[in-house]
């Protein structure tokens, strides 16, 4: 095989952007703040619920009278069928009971357990957008009203604050295309499959074509693409010359990583953990085993199909199908990766909330605030915004008439995780989330902290 990097990227879907690689700026490029560097054991895993999950069955307002088989005549679940919160007022929908695992506590159901998962209903921000397309983006980029802006909140925090110049592997969306919250002038892999993730599927060939790094900087005396990239350095009057080394460096040095990652074996999940059969359950168990056998940190995952105008179903239905597969992959991340549980958050993200009210299709329709769900060794488990002193009766439809108006931000959600799970200063969360500042000036409630993180 001849090794240049005009065929390198001439590749097609091995080009940098194929694989997931933004070009902008090489001063961006260049850049290096660091300006807060991280614990580097703590990691994130979040997962995006794309279409827009209803949070009414998910995390059921029992104490709202609302609830009721007028408003949703074929979606209504019976108190006795749905899972005891233990707060008297809210119920999970019956097909997330292996979330329970990670949520029973003494203080909160009785039940042995060790208290680490938050279930946040009523979140959303101002000017809810219900589009799936800007809603997705501004989730994503962390600036609600403009979805033309094509960088990443979470990327933002890879970018400021765990180095991914140095370890190509310090972030990765383990995704079919590239998620907007990864995406930015640095370059983040976008992962379809660990096994394929190169550019041959037979590992010695793979091997041969990626090389080996020279044995000094930009040495003579490398192999294969690390060794192009990797060495000296022509053509120095073009433009985007380092950007277009640096990326190529950066890709090929992530496809040797995940290699060497595959390599080790066959995975088996630890602690009796099983992942959900299909995509979904496949990429999360990818995720565990990166987490393990790499330096990787922050990993994303999408979820689709809950964009449910037809026939929802309410225990057995389309919903609950899919809300049953996000119950078993956190109850599995939960004991495969209990080694690390204490350096881990695992989040859920989704467009936005449905309709209060069910439509006439048997389903729900585009709405306001949502339910998120955040785990991790260090998390306070409990009901958010699902309480009689956070739900008054009628809230089901306090927006417009029709939906569940906010009681939090997401970007407060993702500012606590940035800040006490990360340990971002003020300013720090200002960089990684810009509009952060001014919202919270704008509706200072919406940011009031929910304290699930310890301060």
Known sequence: MNCTRRNFLQAGSLTALGAGLSFLS?????????????????????????????????????????????????????????IDLGNDFAGLHPRMAPMMEIYNHPNLTGLDGPGNLAIIHRVGYAGQSKSHFDSQQYWENGAPGDPAFEEGMIYRQVALTMN??????????????????????????????????????????????????????QGPDGGGLLGAYGGPRDFADKPYRDLVYDTGLALTNSMSIVQDAVAQGPYEPS?????????????????????????????????????????????????????AQVAQGFQALYRDLQDQWDKLIIVTMTDFGRTSKENGSKGTD?????????????????????????????????S????????????????EIFTRHFGDSRGMLEQVIPSYAQATLDNPGDFEPLNFLPA
């Open 366 to 398: 585009h709405g306001h605030a949502c339910a998120m769900f955040v785990a991790g060794g260090r998390v306070r488990g409990g009901v958010y915004n699902c309480d009689a002193s956070t739900w008054a009766a009628g809230d089901m439809f306090s």
């Open 164 to 217: 991914p110049v140095e370890n190509n592997l310090v972030a990765a969306a383990m995704s079919n295309s590239q998620m907007v919250a990864l995406k930015g002038p640095l370059p983040v892999p976008t992962i379809q499959n660990a096994e394929t993730y190169s550019f041959s599927s037979d590992p010695a060939e793979s091997s041969k074509f990626i090389g080996r790094l020279p044995s000094t900087p």
């Open 26 to 82: 090489p001063e961006i490029f260049k850049q290096r703040i660091l300006a807060n560097i991280t614990d580097e054991d703590t990691k994130l895993i979040f997962i995006f619920q794309r279409g827009g999950n209803d949070g009414v069955n998910t995390v059921i307002p029992y104490g709202d009278p609302e609830y009721n088989t007028a408003n949703r005549p074929t979606l209504f679940i019976p108190r006795a069928s749905a």
């Open 400 to 415: 417009q008439g029709r939906y569940i108006h906010r009681n939090t931000d997401y970007r407060a959600v993702f500012g």
């Open 271 to 323: 602690g009796g953990a099983v992942y959900p059969g299909g995509g979904f359950g496949n990429k999360l168990a990818q995720i565990a085993m990166l987490i393990k056998r790499t330096q990787a940190r922050v990993l994303g995952v999408n979820i689709g199909g809950w964009d449910n105008h037809t026939n929802q179903g309410k225990i057995y239905g389309r919903q609950g199908n899919l809300l």
